[in-house]
């Protein structure tokens, strides 16, 4: 007999997650008026917005402030919209051919101009996340991340790597590129840490300014917006990286003479060098969404700081602001928002605004300042002007953007990024002439050095072969060895033959992007542990070892770097993996790559009092050449073990995303085992069809929907079964969240290891039945009395028949939450 307990309150409200104490605001303190460069052109400029405002309809005023996403719109819907944006999101390519070629980005693009155009109309602005590199383009030259150009504080450098990005850009046909973020992160257990320059504003001011720079071109300078420039964009707006605990999209509580002080600065740099945009953030402040902060977008941004560019909002973010919806928020327009974001609900946004405007909910003043500074940008950037973009003088350029210029170009950035952070006994540089062994998959993992935002949004499902041309760090060791005579090896697990006369371990973080990359401290990530036995090993083989960290922020590595005689943090050093055998080896060259966030001593992330981590193994700043007599620590304290792992006493299997081990799974009787993708999957009979959702944030819940006749599966699953008796032992329980969008009409069940209509499994009907509609519930089942005996491949299943439809996050095992509702037999 199964039966079912109910809870008390089992719905969380998303309204109260997000309810936080708004500070007491001392009087708004004035903002200094960023300096911006002078227009020549300004008044000619004005008169001509004036002059195309006058002639526009509001239908065709209020498709202007609308940005639709290329995957749910086509150039035809733009055009009869008059939608004045489009954009493609992170791993959002023409027609959803990951491998589009340069031809079809500019023949889409030629398709969308020329229906903007259509009547007389204003010429669409296409925009894209090009943040280290043309990164949603295969082939694309991919730069280090944000984090390494900070390291390696280089302005005349980070200009260069702008321009270079705005050239591939500019020549796939797109004039809009939503970088640099210019965040300063506090946190580094935010997972946007590597898309932060640095937690010090001086440098992030300093880059953003040159990024800017070189993606638009120098202001006043003729070039500037020409054949190989886009428009940037400055973002997010404002406080992203001050948000408590580092959390994505959560509330930063700083005082506004902080926020003025400190997290703008990369605001100033980028007005400095003319950015033209600023993208809203999804972050709050004080415990109202930014999305929706009229103070700090309009009297702040615009009128103190005479920001006259626009002001987009970010990805389905206004959806997030009380009493608004992805496609209806009079508050976010009436706050100071020009664009609106609404990737998939562009058609939904058009006609709510176009209501609010005939209403008067947003007024016809709001409309036309939105709308003259959308026309002022598109002006200004010559889109008027010019002629389709296949023919653009920067789309000659047949060849597939990469070329040998670029790629050096990233490979001096990753020479100039690395940080030394030990050194002892002077193990570096190694001599090329030598047998060098290679250690650990990373090494030759190209998606884990690219990182997120490569190919695809979260950089996970690619590889190797999906960046041409990229250089693993093993194949740019086994060159530079080979080239001068010496030898290297690989080895996955650190085992040799031969003995080597140095070993290089490359180990770190697997990619991620946004929420998904928050992690709850900074402890090594699981790829360190056998590194560390490995490096320990080596050690006492005498062999010296120079360990080499892939990672989007500082980590906690003591025991790593006690196991290491050298180690060089690398970041997130993108395609051109030789930059670091450039600097492994003797040659001309030395570090010069200094931290541009504080290295933390323990797990536990530094907090910044008064600018100043609390606590850190190495300050900002920190970092060793070759040349320098300092060696570095030999022995730095370690924290103890418990603290060093990730331990809350959860197991995550699904947050934001399947975790590793275990990876999400659709199946039914045609096809067991189908692997969900970033996108839509199914089954081959469409018996059950999977897409991403959003529940706190976007893109972390799963929405199936079962549609056939036959029973199927939703689960996941590890390649390697996993033994999950001491969880079963330790009372915890398999806790999951649910919203049921269309009620079961049959059975629907829960169990662990369970094929077909999984008949072992707990009925989810009932509790489900019960749920509020739309309302999300969190369901805890004991893993005793649902685990078989023996070690599980897949500890969470949910099978059922169609038709039926809901959306699940959160998958982990922990002691059942209070107002859970809980299963039992
Ligand atoms: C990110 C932005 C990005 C946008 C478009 C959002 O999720 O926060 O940084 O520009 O998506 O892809
Ligand atoms: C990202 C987009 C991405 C999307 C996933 C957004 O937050 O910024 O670029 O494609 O989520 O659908």
């Not at 600065?265 to 402040?285: H, L, P």
């Not at 920001?307 to 959806?319: E, Q, R, T």
């Not at 360990?547 to 770097?561: D, H, I, N, Q, T």
């Not at 943090?569 to 993108?574: D, E, K, Q, R, S």
């Amino acid at each position: 007999m199964r039966r079912i307990r109910s809870a008390l309150l089992a719905v969380t409200s998303s309204l109260a997650l997000c309810a936080a104490p708004a500070l007491a605001q001392s009087p708004a303190p004035a903002w200094p008026r960023a300096e911006r460069p002078v227009r020549a052109d300004d008044a000619k400029v004005e008169a001509r917005v004036r002059s195309i405002l006058s002639r526009m309809s509001l239908e065709q005023k209020v498709g202007q402030m609308i940005q639709g996403e290329i995957k749910a719109i086509t150039p035809e819907e733009a055009g009869a919209y008059y939608l004045g944006s489009i954009l493609n999101g992170g791993g959002s390519p023409p027609d959803g051919h990951a491998h589009a070629s340069i031809d079809d980005w500019r023949s889409l693009a030629d398709r969308f101009r020329a229906e903007s155009l259509k009547g007389g109309g204003v010429p669409i602005l296409w925009g894209t996340d090009a943040v280290h590199g043309h990164n949603n383009m295969f082939g694309a030259v991919l730069f280090p991340h944000n984090i390494a150009l900070g390291a390696a504080n280089d302005p005349g450098l980070t200009e260069q790597i702008g321009r270079a990005v705005a050239a591939d850009v500019r020549s796939s046909g797109i004039d809009w590129a939503f970088a640099p973020t210019v965040a300063v992160a506090d946190n580094p257990r935010w997972g946007r840490t590597y898309e932060s320059f640095s937690e010090d504003p001086a440098i992030v001011r300093r880059l953003a300014e040159a990024m800017v720079r070189g993606l638009q071109g120098a202001p006043g300078a003729p070039d500037q917006f020409g054949a190989d420039h886009v428009i940037a964009t400055a973002k997010h707006f404002i406080g992203d990286g001050a948000t408590r605990d580092g959390v994505d999209q959560g509330d930063a509580q700083v005082s506004e003479a902080l926020l003025r002080d400190r997290y703008a600065a990369g605001y100033y740099g980028a007005i400095r060098a003319d950015v033209q945009t600023v993208m809203a953030s999804f972050s709050s402040w004080n415990g109202e969404k930014m999305h929706v902060q009229k103070h700090l977008l309009t009297d702040v941004l615009k009128d103190q700081m005479g920001f006259d560019g626009f002001v987009v909002s970010d990805w389905n973010a206004i959806g997030q602001a009380p009493g608004c919806s992805n496609f209806d928020c009079p508050a976010a327009i009436n706050a100071g928002i020009d664009m609106i974001m609404a990737p998939s609900d562009w058609k939904a946004a058009y006609e709510s605004l176009l209501t609010q405007a005939k209403s008067g909910a947003v007024p016809l003043s709001r409309i036309d300042d939105a709308v003259s500074r959308i026309l002022r940008v598109k002006i200004r950037a010559g889109l008027f002007e010019e002629g389709p973009p296949s023919t653009r003088s920067g789309a000659p350029r047949t060849e597939a953007p990469g070329g040998a210029a670029e790629r050096d170009l990233a490979r001096q950035a990753v020479r100039e990024s690395l940080v030394l952070l030990k050194n002892r006994g002077h193990v570096l540089p190694l001599s090329p002439t030598s047998h060098i062994l290679v250690v650990g998959e990373a090494a030759r993992s190209i998606p884990q050095q690219v990182g997120g935002w490569s190919l695809t949004w979260q950089g996970s499902e690619t590889v190797n072969a999906d960046f041409p041309g990229a250089t693993s760090l093993l194949a740019g060791i086994e060159q530079a060895a080979k080239a001068a005579g010496g030898q290297a090896a690989f080895s996955a697990d650190g085992r040799f033959e031969h003995r080597p006369d140095a070993a290089v371990v490359v180990f770190g973080e697997e990619p991620y992007a946004e929420g998904r990359g928050d992690v709850p401290d900074l402890a090594a990530p699981p790829q360190a542990e056998q590194a560390l036995a490995i490096m320990k090993r080596l050690k006492a083989q005498g062999v010296p070892v120079v360990a080499v960290l892939l990672s989007g922020r500082p980590l906690y590595v003591s025991p790593e770097l006690n196991a290491a005689d050298a180690f060089v943090a690398a970041w997130l050093p993108g395609a051109e993996g030789e930059g670091v055998a450039d600097m492994l080896f003797a040659g001309p060259r030395d570090f010069s790559g200094r931290l541009p966030f504080p290295w933390p001593d323990q797990p536990a992330p530094p907090k910044i009092v008064d600018g100043r981590p609390d606590h850190a193994l190495f300050q900002i700043g920190y970092g060793l050449t070759l040349k320098g007599a300092e060696q570095g620590p030999d022995h730095v304290a370690e924290a103890p073990p418990s603290a060093a792992r990730r331990a809350d006493g959860r197991i995550r299997l699904y947050d934001r995303g399947a975790l590793s081990p275990y990876r999400a799974y659709l199946g039914d009787d045609q096809d067991p085992a189908v692997a969900a993708s970033s996108g839509e999957s199914h089954t081959p009979s469409l018996s059950l069809v999977v897409t991403p959702a959003d529940h706190r944030v976007q893109e972390d819940a799963l929405k199936a929907v079962w549609r056939g006749d036959r029973p199927a599966r939703l689960y996941l699953a590890a390649a390697e079964p996993q033994d999950l008796a001491a969880a079963s032992a330790g009372g915890l329980s398999l806790v999951f969240e649910v919203r049921v969008e269309a009620p079961p009409a049959g059975p629907v069940r829960l169990g662990v290891d369970c094929t077909g209509a999984c008949p072992s499994g707990l009925d989810l009907g009932p509790a489900l039945s019960r749920a509020p509609r739309g309302g999300w519930v969190t369901i805890a089942a004991p893993l005793k009395g649902l685990l078989p005996s023996g070690p599980v491949r897949a500890p969470f299943v949910l099978a059922a028949q169609g038709p039926f439809s809901l959306e699940v996050s959160d998958v982990r095992l922990e002691a059942a939450p209070g107002g859970a509702e809980v299963l039992t037999r």
